[in-house]
């Protein structure tokens, strides 16, 4: 195991190149003109903007990049032959990357030559583009499964034909990280020019791979945003990035306050979503939920934090389920400036803990309502509701019975009505019509986030015949209860208010 890492690292993003060769994905002109800039703001040294030789719209892109001015270099890919030079060439591309496959499979079974056939049209390909005044960069194809002594060969023959870097492609994502260290430092026995590592992601090691090449001495990554590519993808460029920056003291020229933003707008053009747990830019990356880690990330981030979200541009979430802790309630409580009596905020962490229990993600607007709800409802409870089951569907009556407690005097009742929410208030006023004489003004029900389990949100406003005006609110996960519970919360007001 070689450890001589280089201070500095080029990034070499290939999104546009091989994160366009994920299945099923297809970036357009305007896209690309789009991807490119954020890549260039981002700071990556050079941008590999496509395949100049697969059709005219490549060639199209390359001429429009070009006129935009870019600090990075844009680099077309182009296999060792003269007609995909060519269309590079003509296409304005400032940087040529070519490559042919060089291991005992691509020889044998793809391209169907020999050995010397092979080495001969790597270096002819590096010559002409030399011969153009353009950067060139050579990669062989499949390099981790090609016989080492070959490669150098390969390598050692276009370093002689001043080729400016070669790229080692790990094309099939079939080696480990001591291998890719071992190569690399092998390599460098023969290669002075700088060495880039281009690693897939069958193995889920590609960013692993990345950085023990770079560990060896390699001075250049290739990689995708977002981990784009073939198959399971590239070595995803966020990850190495953070990696170098924070865990190995490397440098690279990467404004990591970018990273995302641009992983963002890959996504949206790319139409890959993230999954959530995805380093560095999932959505889950900086969100807590166990109580123990909350505390400790609000007194210091670093308690469980590898790196402060801002330093990528993300932000950090308190998520609330059932593991959360009373802080993280306190601190959202802050965020919100929703102040609450210790009655009402212990009814919120235990509805909080009820609804995570039930299996129920709360979001921050969902956390609103229900503390607003519960900071709205009056100090004083005369009517509390002990029960509720309705009963409905079709040809069937909707009936609702209720069971409340009258200021100490347990009454249930039941009633019909057109719905099981107007069976309910039927059901309510007949209990109570003895205290208040209540008449539904108006309600209003949201949905508060989607999905089936969303919870919802009822208001209502009550009159009563003293002329009194209320508005009650509650928010649950059954719209039934939370209906019957904004009524109740706005009958309690009215006592209050009477005279
Ligand atoms: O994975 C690979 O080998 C490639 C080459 C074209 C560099 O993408
Ligand atoms: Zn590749």
Do not use: W
């Not at 990034?11 to 299945?23: A, H, M, V």
């Not at 060792?80 to 400032?94: F, M």
């Not at 042919?100 to 080495?119: A, C, F, Q, V």
């Not at 950067?135 to 080492?148: G, I, K, N, V």
């Amino acid at each position: 195991m070689t450890y001589n890492p280089p201070s500095d690292v080029m990034i070499y993003d290939t999104t546009l190149r091989d994160g366009e060769q994920t299945p099923g994905v297809t970036i357009t002109t305007d896209e690309k003109i789009i991807v490119a800039e954020k890549l260039d703001k981002l700071g990556v040294d050079v941008i590999e903007l496509g395949f100049p030789a697969a059709s005219p719209g490549e060639q199209q892109t390359f001429k429009e990049v070009a006129k935009l001015g870019l600090d990075a270099q844009i680099s077309g890919l182009a296999r060792s032959l003269t007609q995909d030079i060519d269309k590079a060439i003509d296409s304005d591309a400032d940087y040529i990357h070519t490559f042919i496959g060089t291991s005992p499979l691509h020889r044998d079974y793809k391209l169907k030559m020999s050995k010397e056939e092979i080495l001969e049209k790597a270096v002819s390909g590096v010559e002409y583009v030399k011969d153009h005044g353009i950067t060139a960069e050579f990669s062989c194809e499949d390099a981790t499964r090609t016989e080492l002594d070959y490669l150098k060969e390969v390598f050692g023959a276009v370093q002689d034909a001043k080729v400016d870097k070669i790229n080692v492609p790990d094309t099939v994502g079939v080696t480990i990280p001591i291998k890719m260290n071992e190569l690399i430092a092998n390599l460098k026995e023969v290669i002075h020019v700088p060495i880039s590592v281009h690693c897939h992601n069958d193995f889920g090691l590609a960013v692993a791979n990345t950085l023990a090449g770079i560990e060896a001495g390699a001075k250049q990554a290739q990689c995708t945003i977002n981990g784009l590519g073939e198959r399971a993808g590239n070595a995803s460029l966020e990850e190495i990035v953070m990696a170098l920056h924070k865990a190995y003291n490397i440098n690279t020229n990467i404004n990591t306050k970018l990273l995302y933003s641009t992983s963002e707008t890959v996504s949206r053009i790319s139409g890959v979503k993230m999954p959530p747990n995805k380093a560095i830019i999932g959505e889950n990356a900086f969100a807590h939920e166990a109580g123990i880690h909350v505390q400790g990330v609000l007194e210091k981030s670093e308690t469980y934090e590898a790196f402060k979200p801002e330093e990528v541009g993300h932000t950090r979430r308190i998520v609330l389920g059932k593991l959360t802790g009373a802080n993280a309630i306190k601190s959202k409580l802050e965020e919100y400036d929703i102040n609450l009596e210790d009655e009402q905020f212990d009814q919120l962490f235990q509805k909080v803990k009820a609804l995570g229990d039930s299996g129920k993600t709360i979001t921050d607007v969902d956390f609103r309502s229900l503390a607003e709800s519960i900071q709205g409802k009056p100090t004083e409870e005369k009517v509390k509701l002990l029960g509720i089951s309705v009963m409905t569907g079709d040809h069937v009556l909707p009936t609702a019975s209720v069971k409340l407690d009258l200021d100490g005097e347990i009454k249930s009742c039941a009633h019909i009505g057109v719905g099981p929410v107007d069976a309910a208030l039927s059901a309510i006023q007949s209990l109570i019509k003895e205290l208040v004489d209540i008449t539904l003004e108006e309600y209003h029900i949201e949905a508060i986030t989607g999905g089936t389990n969303a919870l919802g949100e009822v208001i209502v406003k009550t009159g009563d015949e003293q002329g009194n005006k209320v508005t009650g609110r509650s928010t649950d996960e059954d719209i039934v209860k939370a209906s019957v519970e904004a009524i109740i919360s706005s009958v309690n007001k009215l006592l209050m208010l009477r005279k």
